[in-house]
């Protein structure tokens, strides 16, 4: 129930509170680690560039009128994100609208066990959408559905492609022609590649194209996680996860991965493939990604992770993958977990209306 008639009201979390909600929620989201260690993970995250000083924001949905006040009803995090929107050109020009937008990555949708089944999180997304648009309302945000396509649809959060490839680690062996890449080599190279998007989105077309950017703090927040990780769960290692990709001999491929110890299968996540080489022969692109690919199952095996994952991937690194993996390349339409979620802010929806190119790992924090 929502509108001027409801009584309840969605409000920024206290921090006693956001402590009390990871207290109920570590249960599903600390997985191997302590809750006590979930507590620290969340906040050396919260701590990083993208989500500091607002970045990150905690949401409670309450009702001020019971005789609880203070209860929580429901809650979710929002992570503030740099996008760009790119539009048709306007009558009697050629080149596409491209804009920069804030966009907002919704997560931790949560309701404490003794409320649930009773219509609050849909009461937080509806109210949560009101206050997105609001604040931004040539924007968009996007969530990550673990509860299929059906739900965040309802309240307007569209389904978008939620395909993988992934392979198994056991086909590893020499590296040739790549460099390992390290944190520091990864500001230049994710502004190279945010410039190589802004341009393919300058080139015009008939339907709007959004793109959450690449950029070095979404990198930074996803290897933040991985460092403190990696002492809890491999503590044999005695070091930092140093090697964050690989690039190609020429420097114009390369991708960036982190790493997963969680779980029953330990993956190595390829957060994002970039090429500066569009128009090169497939043969040789499908080549020069193998040899990627190589170094990403190498750093997969040296940290006990069992597969490599990688997000709607194209036909060039699908044909790498069965090369490095002898054909053991899975690939999986996810129908339940993981699935891109996205709404723009000004009612345009769904995939026939919208292309979001870059829907890759690194999106979803
Ligand atoms: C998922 C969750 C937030 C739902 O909270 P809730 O307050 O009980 O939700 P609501 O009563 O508003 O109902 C939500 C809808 O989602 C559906 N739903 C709930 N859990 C589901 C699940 N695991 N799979 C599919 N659908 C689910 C409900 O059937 C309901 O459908 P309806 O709107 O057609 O009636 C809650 O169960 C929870 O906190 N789960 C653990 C954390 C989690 O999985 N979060 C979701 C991450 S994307």
Redesign the pocket.
């Known amino acids: 129930m929502t509108g001027p008639e409801s009584p309840y009201a969605l409000r920024p979390a206290t921090a006693a509170e956001i402590d009390y909600i990871r207290n109920l929620?570590a249960e599903?989201w600390a997985k191997d680690l302590s809750v006590e260690t979930y507590h620290e993970r969340e906040r050396t995250i919260g701590s990083t560039t993208l989500t500091r000083n607002g970045g990150i924001r905690s949401w409670v949905l309450v009702n001020p009128n019971s005789d609880r006040p203070n209860d929580i009803l429901?809650s979710c995090e929002t992570i503030r994100k740099h996008t760009l929107i790119s539009r048709p050109p306007a009558p009697g020009t050629k080149e596409a609208r491209v804009s920069e937008a804030d966009a907002q990555g919704i997560g931790?949708?949560?309701?404490p066990k003794e409320?649930?089944?009773?219509?609050?999180?849909?009461?937080l997304m509806a109210l949560l959408k009101e206050k997105l648009m609001r604040e931004n309302e040539e924007g968009f945000s996007v969530?990550?559905?673990?509860?299929?396509k059906?739900?965040y649809a309802?309240h307007g959060w569209m389904p978008h492609a939620s395909a993988h490839i992934e392979f198994p680690v056991d086909g590893a062996g020499p590296v040739e022609d790549v460099r390992y890449l390290h944190s520091s080599d990864l500001h230049a190279l994710c502004d190279k590649d945010v410039q190589a998007l802004r341009q393919k989105l300058r080139k015009p077309e008939s339907h709007t194209r959004v793109t959450f950017l690449p950029d070095w703090k979404t990198m930074e927040w996803h290897h933040a996680r991985e460092e403190f990780v990696a002492p809890h769960a491999r503590p044999n290692m005695r070091k930092k996860p140093e090697n964050k990709g690989a690039i190609s001999a020429d420097g114009k491929r390369w991708i960036i991965w982190n790493r997963d110890f969680m779980g029953d299968e330990p993956t190595l996540y390829i957060l994002r493939v970039a090429n500066m080489s569009e128009g090169q022969d497939p043969m040789e692109g499908v080549r020069e990604i193998s040899k990627l690919f190589k170094a990403a199952l190498n750093e997969a095996k040296k940290w006990g992770l069992e597969k490599v994952v990688l997000w709607n991937p194209d036909d060039e690194t699908i044909e790498a993958a069965k090369r490095v993996s002898s054909g053991k390349v899975e690939y999986v339409e996810r129908d339940?977990d993981s699935i891109p979620s996205l709404m723009m802010h000004t009612g345009e929806s769904g995939m026939e209306y919208i292309e979001w190119l870059g829907n890759e790992k690194y999106v979803s924090t």
């Not at 931790?108 to 309701?111: A, I, K, N, Y």
């Not at 969530?143 to 299929?148: E, M, P």
């Open positions: 929620n599903m429901s931790s949708v949560f309701t409320h649930r089944g009773r219509g609050y999180a849909g009461i969530l990550y559905s673990d509860i299929g059906k739900f309802k339940t």
